[in-house]
């Protein structure tokens, strides 16, 4: 017989929006599967800037309507209640996805009930450690590079902050399909940004992007005006009727006036979750054309620190939480 399910799981959880110090460890009621979800045991969960925002009472913070709060996009795990029982995504299914947080519960627990909409089958040989840093990276990074930006063969494309977490799935989705990627980054990252597929590297420490590149198709701005007014800086870098791609910082209110005021086009761009692109990025990663890169591991009870660290902005690819042994 199968062994009851407990009715309670560990999660770390804020009482309040403020610094990663109001991240804490606490045991709650288990996560409830209802309609079309699964119920999956969370083997891993992503960090992202998102969760770190809407800690400090930014990002979505909005959306939560009472605390304790779990936060947390990203997972990695098994299937342990099927949405009905024939359906393919089986009790035992090895999956990853994205939830909704905080309108339904985060990763950041050992349990989490999320719409058949949201997952897809974890790619084999993959790590459910790896597994939890490719959902919201990935997808955000191929709905800028693929969907909007249209990427193809001799398209001229630059992409900030190309060594994090969406950045270096960006370099390799532009670089896949065959564009000439310009990737920014830090100079200890440079190599490593050729190995994923970029043509040219820039030091941004060193030199300024603008000096040394123009008449760019696309930019994908996963900075904005947080750092040296980079955004603005890069409208210049675009050809006439060039595409600028903003990542949704909070930093940029004018986009729109001033891009269109330099004679190019922008748009910003919002991630949602989506079980059948992040099932294509999946083949992608079991073929070996797209690789995750997971820098830092914590254990749940350490995503204080987790955070801390993302907050430095010096990450290369993902941090990812230990949430449970497969």
């Given at each position: 017989?199968?062994?009851?399910?407990?009715?309670?799981?560990?999660?770390?959880?804020?009482?309040?929006?403020?610094?990663?110090?109001?991240?804490?460890?606490?045991?709650?009621?288990?996560?409830?599967?209802?309609?079309?979800?699964?119920?999956?045991?969370?083997?891993?969960?992503?960090?992202?800037?998102?969760?770190?925002?809407?800690?400090?009472?930014?990002?979505?913070?909005?959306?939560?309507?009472?605390?304790?709060?779990?936060?947390?996009?990203?997972?990695?795990?098994?299937?342990?209640?099927?949405?009905?029982?024939?359906?393919?995504?089986?009790?035992?299914?090895?999956?990853?996805?994205?939830?909704?947080?905080?309108?339904?519960?985060?990763?950041?627990?050992?349990?989490?009930?999320?719409?058949?909409?949201?997952?897809?089958?974890?790619?084999?040989?993959?790590?459910?450690i790896d597994?939890?840093?490719?959902?919201?990276?990935?997808?955000?990074?191929?709905g800028m590079?693929?969907?909007?930006?249209?990427?193809?063969?001799?398209?001229?494309?630059?992409?900030?902050?190309?060594?994090?977490?969406?950045?270096?799935?960006?370099?390799?989705?532009?670089?896949?399909?065959?564009?000439?990627?310009?990737?920014?980054?830090?100079?200890?990252?440079?190599?490593?940004?050729?190995?994923?597929?970029?043509?040219?590297?820039?030091?941004?420490?060193?030199?300024?992007?603008?000096?040394?590149?123009s008449d760019?198709?696309?930019?994908?701005?996963?900075?904005?005006?947080?750092?040296?007014?980079?955004?603005?800086?890069?409208?210049?870098?675009?050809?006439?009727?060039?595409?600028?791609?903003?990542?949704?910082?909070?930093?940029?209110?004018?986009?729109?006036?001033?891009?269109?005021?330099?004679?190019?086009?922008?748009?910003?761009?919002?991630?949602?979750?989506?079980?059948?692109?992040?099932?294509?990025?999946?083949?992608?990663?079991?073929?070996?054309?797209?690789?995750?890169?997971?820098?830092?591991?914590?254990?749940?009870?350490?995503?204080?620190?987790?955070?801390?660290?993302?907050?430095?902005?010096?990450?290369?690819?993902?941090?990812?939480?230990?949430?449970?042994?497969?």
């Amino acid at each position: 017989m199968r062994t009851p399910m407990r009715t309670t799981m560990r999660a770390t959880i804020i009482n309040e929006t403020g610094a990663p110090a109001v991240l804490v460890s606490a045991e709650m009621p288990r996560a409830v599967r209802i309609n079309s979800e699964v119920l999956v045991r969370v083997i891993a969960a992503g960090i992202n800037p998102l969760d770190a925002k809407t800690r400090a009472g930014g990002g979505v913070s909005a959306a939560i309507t009472g605390f304790p709060a779990v936060l947390g996009h990203d997972f990695s795990g098994i299937v342990v209640e099927a949405a009905y029982d024939s359906h393919p995504l089986r009790v035992g299914t090895e999956v990853f996805g994205m939830t909704s947080a905080p309108r339904g519960g985060g990763s950041y627990a050992e349990y989490v009930a999320v719409s058949t909409l949201g997952v897809t089958r974890k790619p084999p040989g993959l790590s459910h450690i790896d597994a939890a840093g490719v959902p919201v990276a990935a997808l955000t990074a191929w709905g800028m590079v693929v969907d909007v930006a249209r990427a193809h063969e001799g398209q001229r494309m630059l992409i900030h902050a190309a060594s994090g977490g969406v950045g270096h799935f960006a370099v390799q989705f532009a670089a896949y399909f065959g564009v000439h990627v310009i990737a920014t980054g830090s100079a200890r990252n440079l190599e490593w940004l050729r190995e994923l597929g970029a043509r040219e590297v820039i030091d941004y420490t060193a030199t300024d992007f603008e000096t040394s590149v123009s008449d760019v198709d696309c930019v994908i701005d996963l900075v904005g005006n947080v750092h040296d007014n980079t955004g603005t800086r890069s409208l210049g870098v675009l050809r006439r009727d060039g595409l600028l791609i903003h990542a949704p910082t909070g930093s940029w209110p004018g986009l729109l006036a001033d891009a269109a005021e330099a004679g190019v086009r922008a748009t910003t761009f919002t991630v949602a979750p989506d079980g059948s692109e992040l099932a294509i990025i999946a083949r992608l990663i079991a073929s070996g054309d797209i690789r995750v890169h997971v820098d830092r591991v914590f254990d749940l009870s350490r995503a204080c620190e987790a955070h801390e660290a993302l907050e430095t902005g010096h990450t290369r690819g993902k941090i990812v939480l230990r949430v449970s042994e497969e």
